[in-house]
């Protein structure tokens, strides 16, 4: 989607329409008013009779036939309460008015941004979050004739007389197209991404960036170098794992990053069948998307390097499948991991932790200073958090409270979770240093981050339990809409930004 901004009056915007965003009660104010006058009153009487009412997510279309506003057709786009409207009610309404526009076969929207009630660097960003990333679709699989599916927007209008919106606004579009990329990645069916096909786009992305080199080694090499816990889990697949490193070094980094490294881990299960402690049916459904935390770190590399952030950072990806074979790892079976320690498999399903221990250990050995991983790590998330919060947990409070503070601006949001000596309980093994599972229902998040932090060695580092907030099952009602999220992206990619000072 092309991102543009004017100062030009609304009224003269050429597009096929023309979004402003009104507040419940409705004021006639600002570009609202001009726009009412300029069509003769319209929008005035259809408040007044009670049918525009500013509701979060109403959309009310108005045609204007050659009436005084150049584009065909204006959307009045409601906030919600005047009071709580924020930031994200701006991204909802972005998103219901592209959804708009592809109802009615429209490919290019303005999106007014003036009178908001956020500042403009923030309305842009928002508008751009919500058209981009609400206009997304997956129909790659989809063979019915294209021409009865809405194509996808081409082109976005900022209209601001502000000057910050414009930058803001094609900062936050390359955040938001990497969002969509990862979503991409993350509908991709399993019989068609493996562990390769993510260690190509990998290649792939280092290819297109000078200052980024890629890193990929075969699931011999993961075993020859120790990685006994990640090569446990690839042992059973015939599609071979990949450990997939990017390193970005720019010429010149910016004073407040001269001593950071920022680490980016991810957990790249392309399929999860939890292996010889299989899930039952209704809980394999998606395990295509365990996978997400790779996507999220790969493509948040890329929006990272695109946008030359004088930062150093080194992104590790551990990706395989968990399957079922003769060469499975078992339960009872004891490995030791990359750091030396042993961990007695209790639970072949928790095998995420198992990649991660390896792939984090892995990050620090390359200079990681600042770490953080994604990962779909524990049903006990989605219990304890639900869709909207992913699992915050780690070790440094200030770093913990950056990432928090990157995802409320990015528009993707966390909530802590304790991480606690106590929960060392659960993973005590009677024959090996710790166990990867427990038997005890309780504080499943928690404990796999517990679990984690044995491995990630001395220095900030948090990780990010999105097992809930990757996979959309259902829609939340908002922007983002279903399936994959692309949670992470924006994320990493603000948190980038403000390591950069
Ligand atoms: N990939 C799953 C976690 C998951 C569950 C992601 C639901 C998305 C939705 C992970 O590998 C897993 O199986 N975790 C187990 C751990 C348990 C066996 C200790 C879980 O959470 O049940
Ligand atoms: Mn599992
Ligand atoms: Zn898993």
Known sequence: MKISTSAAAPATANVDMLAVAVAKPVALEGAVAELDRALGGTIGRLVKAGEIRGTAGQVTVLHTEGKGVRARRVAVVG?????????????????????????????????????????????????????????????????????????????????????????????????????????????????????????????????????????????????????????AVAQASSRPARLIVLRHTPRSTARAARNVVLGMVGKGLTFDSGGYSLKPATAMTGMKFDMSGAAAVLEASDAIAQLQLPLKFVTVVGATENMIDTNAMRVDDVVTAANGKTIEISNTDAEGRLVLADCLHHARSLGATHMVD???????????????????????????????????????????????????????????????????RMAQAPYAGQFLQEFAGDGAWAHLDIAGTADLARSRGDYVGKGGSGFGVRLLVELAEALCG
């Open 79 to 231: 906030l919600g309460k005047r009071l709580t409207a924020d930031a994200e009610s701006v991204r909802n309404a972005a998103g219901a008015a592209v959804r708009s526009l592809a109802g009615v076969r429209g490919r290019t929207l303005a999106f007014v941004l003036d009178g908001l009630p956020v500042d403009a660097a923030v309305a842009a960003r928002c508008a751009v979050d919500g058209a981009v990333i609400g206009s997304y679709r997956f129909d790659r699989f989809k063979t019915s004739k294209t021409a009865d599916r809405p194509k996808p927007p081409t082109g976005l209008v900022l209209l601001s007389q502000e000057r910050a919106a414009g930058a803001a606004g094609r900062r936050a579009a390359v955040a938001a197209e990497a969002v969509n990329r990862a979503r991409d990645l993350q509908h991709m069916p399993p019989n068609l991404l493996g562990p390769e096909q993510l260690a190509e786009r990998a290649r792939a992305i280092a290819a297109a960036h000078p200052a980024m080199r890629v890193e990929v080694w075969d699931e011999k090499k993961i075993a020859a170098r120790g990685m006994g816990a990640f090569a």
């Open 374 to 440: 994604l990962a779909t790590l524990t049903g006990g998330v989605v219990v304890a958090l639900g869709d909207y919060h992913a699992g915050l947990m780690g070790r440094d409070q200030e770093w913990i409270d950056r990432i928090m503070a990157a995802g409320e601006a990015a528009g993707e949001h966390t909530w802590q979770l304790p991480l606690h000596e106590t929960y060392k309980r659960l993973f005590r093994s009677d024959i090996a240093d710790m166990a990867n599972s427990s038997t005890m």
